[in-house]
């Protein structure tokens, strides 16, 4: 486990003491979890911090615990404890992450150091945690930043945050040093997709593929033929000989009682369609409803079914209700 979990649990707690408080539970419920809350401070100090490198370190293996000694972002992430020792604060701001070799870039905070090896801000090696800046990130040491005293280097983040979006655009991630969209560079994002999950089925072994969403993936690619584009990606789904999953998003039409669903592209192209609703059983009750409307070389009920969770698991059971 590495710092930014560990400090997701720490901040988890003490939100949860508050919320005990305000919600008038027991006191001593509160008293437990911030007792819980010193306890995964202390480990993450004793266990992830490494005081002659000045960082925080991920931990690999349960027992273990193997300290791996790459400069990424999650060692800034222990910042957002309002209660960390100064000293730790300190060194963490003035040797990494206003050092413009390492993390204060034109653009930052890249996920990755710029000294690492795999830094990798252009994503040559179609891995998207080797170097891009991402929003949120930001968005957590900003805050972190401010309450440890650092106002002007939080003020200094939000404003080469702002000019980043600026320039971008509003973007998942961007290149550290320029603020480029590291998406629209992709000249081909199907061709990309293609060949990183070949690479991923050569090395590793695949057999099963989920994309999600397909509309996620048809603004990325950026498709000018849509019917083109698609009746290309389900072929090389095809080809790939796994069991793929591709999830896709549409509005229902209620007209004159009946829901109504359009006919897109994929589902001519699937071997399988299967949609998933919710349907109003009342005013008050919602309802998942199944139904497979096409599976290819079998026979099969074409109405909906009612989907439900029970005890962490999902069961299909008849609709019992109109």
């Known amino acids: 486990m590495g710092p930014p979990r560990r400090r997701h649990i720490a901040d988890g707690l003490r939100a949860l003491a508050r919320l005990c408080r305000i919600a008038g539970f027991p006191e001593g419920e509160a008293y437990e979890c911030e007792q819980r809350y010193v306890r995964v401070r202390d480990a993450l100090v004793a266990k992830c911090w490494d005081e002659e490198a000045a960082a925080f370190w991920d931990l690999s293996g349960l027992r273990s615990e193997t300290p791996q000694k790459v400069l990424t ?103 550290p040093r320029t603020a480029a969209d590291m998406l629209a560079e992709r000249t081909d994002w199907v061709e990309a997709l293609e060949k990183g999950i070949r690479a991923i089925k ?49 509005p229902d039409w209620l007209i004159a009682g009946h829901v109504l669903q359009g006919r897109w592209d994929e589902d001519f192209l699937a071997d399988g369609v299967i949609q998933l609703r919710i349907h109003m059983v009342s005013d008050l009750e919602a309802q998942r409803r199944l139904r497979v409307v096409k599976m290819r070389g079998t026979k099969h009920e074409t109405g909906y079914l009612a989907m439900v969770l029970d005890d962490g698991r999902f069961r299909v059971t008849r609709a019992m209700s109109t």
């Open 202 to 250: 050569e090395k590793r072994g695949l057999d099963l593929i989920v994309i999600d969403s397909l509309e996620a993936l048809e603004v990325l690619a950026k498709f000018k033929d849509r019917r083109r584009e698609m009746y290309r990606l389900f072929e090389w789904l095809r080809d790939l000989a796994v069991t793929s999953f591709v999830i896709t998003e549409r």
């Open 73 to 175: 972002f999650s060692i800034f992430f222990p910042i957002i404890l309002p209660d960390l020792d100064r000293k730790i604060v300190r060194a963490l701001v003035e040797r990494h992450l206003l050092n413009e070799k390492e993390f204060w870039l034109p653009y930052p905070i890249p996920t990755v150091a710029a000294t690492e090896p795999s830094f990798d801000p252009a994503w040559k090696t179609n891995t998207t945690w080797r170097g891009p800046t991402w929003v949120n990130v930001n968005w957590y040491l900003y805050w972190g930043l401010r309450q440890h005293g650092f106002e002007d280097v939080a003020e200094e983040l939000r404003s080469r945050t702002i000019s980043m979006i600026a320039s971008g655009g509003v973007r998942e991630f961007f290149d």
